[in-house]
C-alpha cells in the first residue's frame, strides 16, 4: 500500500493524488480541499453537510473539479501565509514561476448570509507561464444535472438545488456544462477567478483584482487577529497553531457546531469497505475541540459550542438511547439517514461512498463524560454555566445513575454488537466526578449521596472486572482479555494516577500489543470482532494519546521521541487525517479534528512537564 504519487498513475492513470497532497480552506460554513495539483477536487456548497459541487476525489470522472494549473511540465511546493488558512500552491517551471492563491472570505453573518465565496488569484512572479483552467461542477454529488450560460467574463452554473457565477478576469469557454480557459501571464501579471453561491434573482458580482488583493488582505487579518488570542508559546508553536486554525476552520459560524471533519469516505483501508461520513457534530470530538481550545486560551468557540448545546436543547433529548445522541447534524438536527451513492466509485476505487451516518443510533455512553467534562472546564476556565444548563446537567447525571451499567457500542462505533466496555464505564466516572466537582465548588444543588454512590461503583467494578491479572493490565471490555488503547485515556480523565502500578503495567502491554514506532493501533479486530471486514491503519488520535500517557509517566525521553516521530507523519502542511497506513499514508477523512486536539493536548502537556 504504498502512498507513492508516481505508483498511483501507473496503477491508476493519474486520477487520484494522495489524501495527504491536499491542503484545506474554508470560511467556517464549509471548507474546499486543494490538490498540491492546483485542483479543489472537493467542495460541498453552502455548508459543510451539502452536496458535494466539486467531488472528483471521490470519483475522478463523475465527480466534478475545479482544475487550474500550469501548462508546461513543472515541480509544485504548497503552503500557508503565516498564521492563516490562505492557502499558496507555487508552480517552478523552466521559464518562470507563479502561483495560485487559494481562500474563502469569511463573510458577516448580519450583512451577507448567504453569500459564499470561493477566490482563487493566480500571479506570476518570475519570468513567463502559460495556465489553464477547467471548471466543471458536479452537483448534488455528481447526481443533478445543470446547465451553464456564458456571457464574457462570467458563467453561471445552473443546477435544481443550487446556483453557483464564476466571475473571471481571464477569457472563458464553455460547452454548455463544463468552462475552460487558457492563458500566458508574464512576470507580474495576474487574473482572478470567484466562484459565487447565488439565489434567484441576485445577479452574479464581478470579481476584479483590486476587489480580489482587498478580499485577500482582509482574510489574512481576520486568521491573524484570531490566532492572537492564543496563549500557548511552547516548543511545538507552528504545529499546534496550525491544528489551532484547522480546528477553527471546522466550525460552523452560524450555530457553533463543530464537525469531526468536512470529507466523507475517505477510506480507512484503500479498497475497502471503512467508509463514513464525518461531516456531523460527533459529542465527544467537540467536547474533547472544547478543551483543547480552552487550553490555548480560546474561549469564544467554547461558548459557541456550549450556545450550540443550550439552543437546540441537546441536553434536553429524550430518545430511546438516553438524552443524548452520539452525532448530531450542524444545525442541530437529530435524523442524519445513513444511505450509499452507487454512481460515485470512492476514492482509488474504495467503495461504498457514504452519505449520512448510521452510528446516529447507537449507545455509546463514553460520550457523557467527554461532555460534562468540558462544561466542567468552561464553567472553570470560561463563563460559570447557567442555573438553566446545571438544571439539565443535573438530570443528564441522574439519568447516568440509573443507566450506566449496560453494554454499548463503545467509542469506537464497532458494528458488531454491544459490550460491556471499560473505557465507557470510565468516562461514565468521568460524567459523575466532574458534575460533583462543579456541584461542590458552585454550591449547586445536588443528589449528591446518590451520584457518590453511582461513581464509587463505577470505580469497584472497573477495578475487579476492567483488570485482567493475566495481561496485567486494564483490557476492553469486562471479565475481557483484549487491550484497547482507548484507555490511554485513564490518567489523562484521572481515573487512575499515571504513576500507579496498575496503570504503569498497562501502558507496557499496550506498547507491547498495540504500539508500532510510535504508532497506536486502536485494537486487535481478529481478537476483537467489529462487525467489519479488513484491517486499519494506526489511530493517530491514539498516537497522541500515548505520548501524553508517556508523559504523564514520567517518561519524558521516550515522549518528546514519539511525538517528534508523529510530527513526521503530517503532510507538508502540518495536516493529519484520521489514520496512517502501514508505510506512512494518511488514510480516512481528512484533515480530521481528532487528530489535531489531540495533537495540542499532547503538544502542552509534554511541553509543561519538560519545563
Same mark, same amino acid.
Given at each position: 500500500?504504498?502512498?507513492?504519487?508516481?505508483?498511483?498513475?501507473?496503477?491508476?492513470?493519474?486520477?487520484?493524488?494522495?489524501?495527504?497532497?491536499?491542503?484545506?480552506?474554508?470560511?467556517?460554513?464549509?471548507?474546499?480541499?486543494?490538490?498540491? =495539483?492546483?485542483?479543489?477536487?472537493?467542495?460541498?456548497?453552502?455548508?459543510?453537510?451539502?452536496?458535494?459541487?466539486?467531488?472528483?476525489?471521490?470519483?475522478?470522472?463523475?465527480?466534478?473539479?475545479?482544475?487550474?494549473?500550469?501548462?508546461?511540465?513543472?515541480?509544485? $511546493?504548497?503552503?500557508?501565509?503565516?498564521?492563516? =488558512?490562505?492557502?499558496?500552491?507555487?508552480?517552478?517551471?523552466?521559464? !518562470?514561476?507563479?502561483?495560485?492563491?487559494?481562500? +474563502?472570505?469569511?463573510?458577516?453573518?448580519?450583512?451577507?448570509?448567504?453569500?459564499?465565496?470561493?477566490?482563487?488569484?493566480?500571479?506570476?512572479?518570475? !519570468?513567463?507561464?502559460?495556465?489553464?483552467? $477547467?471548471?466543471?461542477?458536479?452537483?448534488?454529488?455528481?447526481?443533478?444535472?445543470?446547465?451553464?450560460?456564458?456571457?464574457?467574463?462570467?458563467?453561471?452554473?445552473?443546477?435544481?438545488?443550487?446556483?453557483?457565477?464564476?466571475?473571471?478576469?481571464?477569457?472563458?469557454?464553455?460547452?454548455?456544462?463544463?468552462?475552460?480557459?487558457?492563458?500566458? %501571464?508574464?512576470?507580474?501579471?495576474?487574473?482572478?477567478?470567484?466562484?459565487?453561491?447565488?439565489?434567484?434573482?441576485?445577479?452574479?458580482?464581478?470579481?476584479?483584482?483590486?476587489?480580489?488583493?482587498?478580499?485577500?488582505?482582509?482574510?489574512?487579518?481576520?486568521?491573524?487577529?484570531?490566532?492572537?488570542?492564543?496563549?500557548?508559546?511552547?516548543?511545538?508553536?507552528? +504545529?499546534?497553531?496550525?491544528?489551532? %486554525?484547522?480546528?477553527?476552520?471546522?466550525?460552523?459560524?452560524?450555530?457553533?457546531?463543530?464537525?469531526?471533519?468536512?470529507?466523507?469516505?475517505?477510506?480507512?483501508?484503500?479498497?475497502?469497505?471503512?467508509?463514513?461520513?464525518?461531516?456531523?457534530?460527533?459529542?465527544?470530538?467537540?467536547?474533547?475541540?472544547?478543551?483543547?481550545?480552552?487550553?490555548?486560551?480560546?474561549?469564544?468557540?467554547?461558548?459557541?459550542? +456550549?450556545?450550540?448545546?443550550?439552543?437546540?436543547?441537546?441536553?434536553?433529548?429524550?430518545?430511546?438511547?438516553?438524552?443524548?445522541?452520539?452525532?448530531? !447534524?450542524?444545525?442541530?438536527?437529530?435524523?442524519?439517514?445513513?444511505?450509499?451513492?452507487?454512481?460515485?466509485?470512492?476514492?482509488?476505487?474504495?467503495?461504498?461512498?457514504?452519505?449520512?451516518?448510521?452510528?446516529?443510533?447507537?449507545?455509546?455512553?463514553?460520550?457523557?463524560?467527554? %461532555?460534562?467534562?468540558?462544561?466542567?472546564?468552561?464553567?472553570?476556565?470560561?463563563?460559570?454555566?447557567?442555573?438553566?444548563?446545571?438544571?439539565?446537567?443535573?438530570?443528564?447525571?441522574?439519568?447516568?445513575?440509573?443507566?450506566?451499567?449496560?453494554?454499548?457500542?463503545?467509542?469506537?462505533?464497532?458494528?458488531?454488537? $454491544?459490550?460491556?466496555?471499560?473505557?465507557?464505564?470510565?468516562?461514565?466516572?468521568?460524567?459523575?466526578?466532574?458534575?460533583?466537582?462543579?456541584?461542590?465548588? $458552585?454550591?449547586?444543588?445536588?443528589?449528591?449521596?446518590?451520584?457518590?454512590?453511582?461513581?464509587?461503583?463505577?470505580?469497584?467494578?472497573?477495578?475487579?472486572?476492567?483488570?485482567?491479572?493475566?495481561?496485567?493490565?486494564?483490557?476492553?471490555?469486562?471479565?475481557?482479555?483484549?487491550?484497547?488503547?482507548?484507555?490511554?485515556?485513564?490518567?489523562?480523565?484521572?481515573?487512575?494516577?499515571?504513576?500507579?502500578?496498575?496503570?504503569?503495567?498497562?501502558?507496557?502491554?499496550?506498547?507491547?500489543?498495540?504500539?508500532?514506532?510510535?504508532?497506536?493501533?486502536?485494537?486487535?479486530?481478529?481478537?476483537?470482532?467489529?462487525?467489519?471486514?479488513?484491517?486499519?491503519?494506526?489511530?493517530?488520535?491514539?498516537?497522541?494519546?500515548?505520548?501524553?500517557?508517556?508523559?504523564?509517566?514520567?517518561?519524558?525521553?521516550?515522549?518528546?521521541?514519539?511525538?517528534?516521530?508523529?510530527?513526521?507523519?503530517?503532510?507538508?502542511?502540518?495536516?493529519?487525517?484520521?489514520?496512517?497506513?502501514?508505510?506512512?499514508?494518511?488514510?480516512? =477523512?481528512?484533515?480530521?479534528?481528532?487528530?489535531?486536539?489531540?495533537?495540542?493536548?499532547?503538544?502542552? =502537556?509534554?511541553?509543561?512537564?519538560?519545563?
Amino acid at each position: 500500500m504504498a502512498f507513492d504519487t508516481t505508483g498511483f498513475e501507473q496503477a491508476d492513470g493519474g486520477r487520484y493524488i494522495p489524501i495527504s497532497d491536499h491542503g484545506l480552506i474554508g470560511d467556517l460554513r464549509t471548507t474546499a480541499l486543494v490538490g498540491t =495539483n492546483g485542483t479543489i477536487d472537493w467542495y460541498c456548497c453552502p455548508r459543510f453537510d451539502a452536496p458535494s459541487v466539486f467531488g472528483s476525489i471521490l470519483d475522478a470522472d463523475r465527480g466534478g473539479s475545479f482544475e487550474l494549473a500550469a501548462e508546461v511540465p513543472t515541480r509544485t $511546493r504548497q503552503f500557508y501565509f503565516p498564521d492563516t =488558512n490562505v492557502l499558496i500552491t507555487r508552480f517552478f517551471a523552466a521559464d !518562470g514561476v507563479a502561483e495560485i492563491q487559494d481562500f +474563502m472570505p469569511v463573510v458577516d453573518e448580519s450583512r451577507e448570509a448567504d453569500r459564499h465565496r470561493l477566490i482563487r488569484r493566480v500571479l506570476c512572479v518570475r !519570468g513567463t507561464l502559460p495556465f489553464r483552467a $477547467r471548471i466543471a461542477p458536479r452537483f448534488g454529488y455528481g447526481a443533478e444535472a445543470h446547465t451553464t450560460h456564458l456571457e464574457g467574463h462570467t458563467a453561471v452554473f445552473r443546477s435544481p438545488s443550487l446556483t453557483l457565477a464564476l466571475t473571471a478576469t481571464a477569457p472563458l469557454e464553455s460547452d454548455g456544462l463544463d468552462v475552460w480557459s487558457h492563458f500566458k %501571464l508574464l512576470e507580474g501579471e495576474s487574473h482572478v477567478f470567484a466562484l459565487d453561491q447565488i439565489g434567484d434573482g441576485v445577479p452574479p458580482r464581478s470579481c476584479p483584482r483590486a476587489e480580489a488583493q482587498e478580499q485577500a488582505e482582509a482574510t489574512v487579518r481576520f486568521w491573524r487577529h484570531w490566532l492572537a488570542g492564543s496563549q500557548y508559546h511552547g516548543r511545538w508553536r507552528e +504545529m499546534v497553531h496550525r491544528s489551532a %486554525l484547522l480546528l477553527k476552520l471546522l466550525t460552523y459560524a452560524p450555530t457553533g457546531a463543530i464537525v469531526a471533519a468536512p470529507t466523507t469516505s475517505l477510506p480507512e483501508q484503500i479498497g475497502g469497505e471503512r467508509n463514513w461520513d464525518y461531516r456531523y457534530v460527533w459529542v465527544r470530538d467537540a467536547a474533547f475541540c472544547v478543551y483543547a481550545m480552552l487550553r490555548l486560551g480560546f474561549t469564544s468557540e467554547a461558548e459557541a459550542f +456550549m450556545g450550540f448545546l443550550s439552543e437546540r436543547g441537546i441536553l434536553r433529548g429524550t430518545g430511546d438511547g438516553g438524552p443524548l445522541q452520539i452525532m448530531y !447534524g450542524i444545525d442541530g438536527r437529530t435524523d442524519l439517514p445513513e444511505y450509499e451513492l452507487g454512481h460515485l466509485e470512492g476514492y482509488l476505487g474504495s467503495a461504498p461512498v457514504r452519505v449520512g451516518n448510521a452510528a446516529t443510533g447507537q449507545l455509546q455512553l463514553d460520550i457523557y463524560g467527554a %461532555l460534562i467534562d468540558s462544561i466542567y472546564l468552561y464553567d472553570k476556565w470560561g463563563q460559570p454555566i447557567s442555573s438553566d444548563r446545571w438544571d439539565e446537567v443535573g438530570a443528564v447525571v441522574d439519568w447516568l445513575c440509573e443507566h450506566w451499567d449496560q453494554p454499548d457500542e463503545g467509542v469506537w462505533e464497532t458494528r458488531g454488537g $454491544r459490550r460491556n466496555f471499560v473505557y465507557s464505564r470510565v468516562m461514565c466516572w468521568v460524567a459523575l466526578e466532574r458534575a460533583m466537582r462543579m456541584a461542590n465548588r $458552585r454550591g449547586l444543588p445536588a443528589d449528591l449521596p446518590r451520584w457518590r454512590e453511582s461513581r464509587d461503583a463505577i470505580y469497584r467494578q472497573i477495578m475487579r472486572r476492567g483488570w485482567s491479572a493475566e495481561r496485567g493490565a486494564f483490557v476492553q471490555g469486562l471479565d475481557d482479555h483484549v487491550l484497547d488503547a482507548s484507555l490511554l485515556m485513564m490518567p489523562m480523565a484521572k481515573f487512575v494516577s499515571p504513576t500507579d502500578p496498575k496503570w504503569l503495567s498497562t501502558l507496557d502491554a499496550l506498547t507491547t500489543d498495540l504500539v508500532s514506532d510510535s504508532l497506536v493501533y486502536r485494537y486487535d479486530p481478529t481478537a476483537s470482532p467489529d462487525g467489519l471486514h479488513g484491517p486499519e491503519g494506526t489511530f493517530s488520535i491514539c498516537s497522541f494519546w500515548y505520548v501524553e500517557a508517556l508523559a504523564r509517566a514520567g517518561r519524558l525521553e521516550e515522549a518528546r521521541l514519539a511525538f517528534e516521530k508523529m510530527l513526521t507523519y503530517a503532510n507538508h502542511l502540518g495536516l493529519f487525517a484520521e489514520e496512517i497506513g502501514p508505510t506512512g499514508e494518511q488514510l480516512g =477523512n481528512f484533515p480530521q479534528a481528532f487528530t489535531h486536539l489531540s495533537l495540542i493536548s499532547a503538544a502542552f =502537556n509534554l511541553d509543561r512537564a519538560l519545563g
